[in-house]
């Protein structure tokens, strides 16, 4: 691993934060500073997000959450992910005519968990009040946040959706067009763009949070109530039962989640799902995530790399670890379809979830190791995890790519169809990590309810967010099903079917990792389903950079941002979980940094190989607790994240 980065590694003694946006980051700084802890500074860094990165995030979306308590002595997951509506059936969408969930409109939106799982993580952990959390990002919304140039293009993309024909997203307009004319215009790169909307929401949420007395405890449950059965479940009942916009498809429909599904929805604090890597312990989501997908990949590949003594075994000149890592992760995706979802009711649905524990199984891990081959598979092939003998699912062939009406508002963020996933990078959304210095860790990756994925609640000035498109139709969703989904009820087994009542499977993957049962560090990255691909190298390089420094090899003072650094790569074999859900079977996408021998040594082996700008894949961030010091590492990709700390 080269030495040599972008940027310098922050240290201290502390805190740090870092994340996908430098006013993030020093919002959180700056909690820091006047005494706030770590679940302070991650919250109201959270807040910020959602208003200078509103193409990626907004108060409508979703969030998982990975936290390591300095009082509590363990890690826990706050679940943020709202579940599917209990009007969403799979008759529904057959009704409808739809054999697949569309990527935008108001169809595939669920509850929105992203408020619930910051004010419960504040309410739990936190020790700042709900105002002085949220009063940076009121301030953002209210007087104005730079525009991003992604925003700015984002924006330009959707004016014709926002504008123009049946259906139109006129409240968006109203919310992020700019000109006195009517001309309705893009606002311009680094201007000014302001959320006043937003701001009065969430001053109304402070109101009512205070209203119920000077206690930390009852502000909070009365803000949670306010957004989940008070004013703001109100105005999405009334603008999902009233109104009708197009979506994706060109249909112009109305929606199906009610201000009852809000009501009956809280947020969680679970126990992570975990595993480990050469001693390394890692803490993810349960199997609502796709989190443990790099769990499995890690158990495959421990031991593997580096048994022959090499003491570098992840050279950027070398394609077999590449290759073999690759192979890994696509073993653990391909459980992921067959298997993953909310484990909530699945039996009693008809769906076959299996435990974190069996797909961890070391004898099944051992079981799939061997389909690891010289040369490149290229194909999904899951397996029999917990050991029954049950006819495996048969997954369905996502649906031919479609006509797209409005191609900048397809599911992912920033994929737009009218250009190559490499030309315009896979999806993304935003991430945040803290450390302080009582040894708190927080990895958080809110997403969701980004501007160009529904239109805008006017009441609210946000959009609501479109997760329940990650979930399969059973038998392709309308009447009888289609040639495409020929087989015996597929849909009826996956555990990504959906499930009204039931989380959808989601991409977001915050990671916590441990050592010797203390907290080391907190990571993530945005980027759809690739989070997890971009992750599964970042952690074994840290990791064997970590046991060659005690080994008395080269020095870790910059292996964080080293690793952030360092070429990257992904397969894209599993269908995106992202409306059209496509998929490119044996592909893998490569950063050209590598040395040139590394892509032929790939399709030698049977990738379809496409190299792509070597400082274009991955947006990871990290901090760590490491020997009494803190660091930090933010991402240079993009010109954007930034890592704070003293």
């Known amino acids: 691993m080269p030495l040599t980065t972008t940027r310098p590694e922050i240290t201290g003694t502390f805190g740090a934060v870092t ?118 990002a009121i301030g953002y919304a209210r007087h104005g946040a730079p525009v991003l140039p992604r925003v700015s293009a984002t924006i330009e993309a959707v004016i014709p959706l926002f504008t123009h024909g049946d259906g139109a997203w006129t409240t968006s307009a109203a919310t992020y067009l700019t000109g006195s004319d009517g001309a309705g215009r893009a606002p311009q790169p680094w201007s000014r763009l302001r959320l006043t909307a937003l701001a009065d929401t969430y001053e109304r949420v402070l109101a009512a949070a205070e209203a119920a007395g000077s206690s930390r405890e009852a502000q909070y449950e009365a803000a949670r109530e306010h957004w989940y059965r008070g004013e703001v479940a109100e105005a999405v009942d009334r603008f999902f039962a009233d109104t009708r916009w197009r979506d994706v498809t060109g249909r112009v429909d109305g929606g199906l989640l009610r201000g009852s599904d809000l009501a009956a929805w809280e947020p969680t604090v679970e126990e992570p799902a975990t595993g480990s890597y050469r001693g390394v312990q890692v803490a993810k989501t349960g199997t609502w995530g796709q989190g443990p997908v790099l769990l499995q990949a890690l158990a495959l590949l421990d ?99 479609p006509e797209v009406v409005d191609a900048a508002a397809v599911g992912e963020p920033t994929v737009d169809r009218r250009t190559t996933a490499e030309e315009q990078g896979r999806g993304d959304t935003c991430h945040v990590d803290v450390a302080d210095r009582w040894g708190n860790l927080v990895s958080a990756t809110p997403s969701g309810g980004w501007l160009q994925s529904s239109p805008v609640v006017p009441e609210l000035g946000f959009a609501l967010g479109t997760r329940a498109q990650m979930c399969w139709l059973p038998n392709g969703g309308a ?66 950079a970590a046991e060659r420094a005690r080994a008395g090899g080269a020095p870790v003072e910059t292996a964080l941002q080293a690793a952030v650094d360092a070429p990257t790569f992904h397969p894209e074999t599993a269908p995106s979980s992202f409306w059209p859900r496509q998929a490119v079977p044996g592909r893998l996408v490569l950063e050209d940094r590598f040395d040139p021998s590394v892509a032929r040594g790939l399709a030698a082996r049977g990738w379809d190989v496409r190299a792509v700008d070597g400082w274009s894949l991955g947006r990871l961030s990290a901090v760590a607790l490491d020997g009494g010091w803190i660091r930090a590492a933010a991402n240079p990709r993009g010109s954007q994240g930034y890592a704070v700390g003293r």
């Not at 890592?325 to 459980?335: G, P, Y």
């Open 19 to 136: 994340s996908t946006h430098w006013l993030a980051s020093q919002t959180g700084m700056g909690v820091l500073e006047r005494g706030g802890n770590a679940f302070d500074a991650a919250a109201a860094a959270g807040f910020v997000l959602q208003v200078v990165e509103p193409h990626l995030n907004g108060p409508g979306g979703d969030m998982p959450l990975v936290l390591w308590s300095a009082q509590d002595r363990a890690a826990h997951v706050v679940c943020g992910q709202g579940p599917v509506p209990a009007a969403a059936t799979p008759q529904a969408f057959a009704d409808l005519g739809l054999e697949a969930v569309p990527g935008s409109g108001l169809l595939p939106a669920t509850v929105p968990g992203v408020f619930g799982a910051w004010t419960l993580l504040l309410q739990r952990w936190g020790t700042w009040r709900l105002r002085d959390v949220l009063e940076p």
């Open 479 to 544: 009447a009888g099903g289609s040639p495409r989904s020929a087989g015996p009820r597929w849909g009826s087994r996956l555990g990504s079917t959906l499930r009204p009542g039931r989380r959808p499977r989601t991409t977001l993957s915050p990671t916590l990792l441990m050592r010797d049962g203390e907290p080391w560090m907190a990571l993530g990255t945005p980027g759809g389903d690739q989070q997890d691909a971009w992750q599964l190298p970042f952690v074994m390089r840290l990791v064997h």
């Open 303 to 401: 031991g593997e790399l580096g048994a022959d003594g090499d003491p570098d075994p992840l050279r950027d000149d070398d394609e077999s670890w590449v290759h073999v890592t690759a192979e890994a992760f696509e073993l653990a995706s391909a459980d992921r379809e067959a298997w993953y979802g909310d484990p909530v009711g699945a039996e009693e649905d008809g769906v076959d979830v299996p435990a974190v524990v069996d797909l961890l199984d070391p004898v099944y891990t051992a079981a799939r190791r061997p389909f690891i081959g010289e040369r490149a598979g290229g194909e999904l092939q899951p397996g029999w995890p917990g050991g029954a003998r049950r006819r495996l699912p048969q997954l369905p062939t996502p649906p031919a790519p």
